[in-house]
């Protein structure tokens, strides 16, 4: 199957420094890829979406000055939180989408999920 | 719009019985629904997906689950809870073409009991 990496796997920082995290799909190419939060004991919340070669879209409530996300090519996207603190730690994980077709049936989404990031903010 | 509901928010079984965790979607369209697994401080796996063939699907670990349209449920069941099954599980629900955004179920917490 396809396979997602995400790079750091965790990540400690001082309250006010700027982190970056990257996902890489490693075998196929995702024109979308998909940023998510996690909070302890919670569902995934999308935070963004993000398209190769545009500006990503985020979900209402997510300020896009302090996550920026770069997707410059069709296997990388990454997400920097900038001047993090202490309210921002949580697990950050990424998808990337790929269309498939299902035997003769149309075709469907799937999103395949990087292992996440683990984000703690001193 | 589509939207997913998980009704038990957490599921206890003791090891050996039947596992049933529940889940009900709401689409306008035709979907695909996937099952996930997440153990504690790990990422996401993928334990099956629904993509408008069989309605009966098998996935891993001896997980399965039945897309039911009439009654808009995709039931994640396991005849024999192992403990190793304890975990976080999601459903989640994508249409299908070229739409891409998918929905998260809350979650159910499974806990086996030896």
């Known amino acids: 199957g396809a396979v997602v990496s995400q790079h750091p796997s965790r990540v400690i920082c001082k309250s006010g420094t700027s982190v970056k995290i990257e996902c890489r799909s490693l075998d196929f190419q995702a024109t979308t890829m998909f940023w998510y939060r996690q909070f302890p004991k919670q569902s995934l919340m999308l935070m963004a979406t993000s398209n190769e070669g545009s500006k990503a879209t985020y979900e209402q409530g997510v300020e896009k000055d302090k996550f920026l996300i770069n997707h410059a090519s069709l296997t990388l996207s990454t997400l920097t939180v900038t001047s993090a603190h202490p309210e921002d730690s949580s697990f950050y994980i990424c998808?990337?989408?790929?269309?498939?077709?299902?035997?003769?049936?149309?075709?469907?989404?799937?999103?395949?999920f990087g292992p996440g990031t683990r984000l703690t903010v001193l | 719009a589509q939207s997913v509901t998980q009704l038990d928010s957490h599921v206890s079984v003791s090891e050996g019985t039947p596992v049933l965790l529940r889940c009900n979607y709401s689409s306008s369209y035709s979907p695909s629904l996937f099952w996930y697994v997440q153990h504690p401080n790990k990422g996401l796996q993928l334990l099956l997906k629904y993509t408008s063939a069989a309605t009966l699907v098998k996935g891993i670990n001896g997980f399965e689950a039945e897309f039911k349209k009439s009654e808009t449920s995709f039931h994640l069941t396991k005849p024999s809870a192992h403990m190793s099954d304890a975990a976080e599980y999601f459903c989640v629900v994508n249409l299908s073409g070229g739409y891409q955004k998918v929905t998260f179920g809350t979650g159910t917490k499974l806990q086996v009991i030896p």
């Open positions: 998808s990337a989408g790929a269309l498939w077709a299902s035997g003769g049936e149309s075709s469907y989404n799937e999103q395949f």
